[in-house]
């Protein structure tokens, strides 16, 4: 298992937004399943419409999402 801390992939700036099938989950999940573990790529910041949200993502060893939690 891999665990990396909040806002680690790219900071605290709003202007990374993206959806949570954008890329960057594209690239975790590859790395996960390429690497065959757990990942918890720390949070970042998902766009859902027209709101954002802190989120982080579990990844099983598959490179699937199984798990999202938006922070409060």
């Known amino acids: 298992m891999a665990v990396f801390s909040e806002l680690a992939a790219y900071g605290a700036s709003l ?36 709101l954002i949200y802190n989120t982080s993502p579990v990844i099983n060893p598959k490179g699937e999402i199984i798990r999202r939690h938006r922070k409060m």
């Open 15 to 50: 202007a990374h937004a993206q959806p949570m099938d954008g890329p960057a989950v594209e690239q975790f999940c590859d790395m996960a399943r390429k690497h065959g573990l757990w990942l918890i790529p720390g949070s970042f910041f998902e766009k859902d419409g027209d």
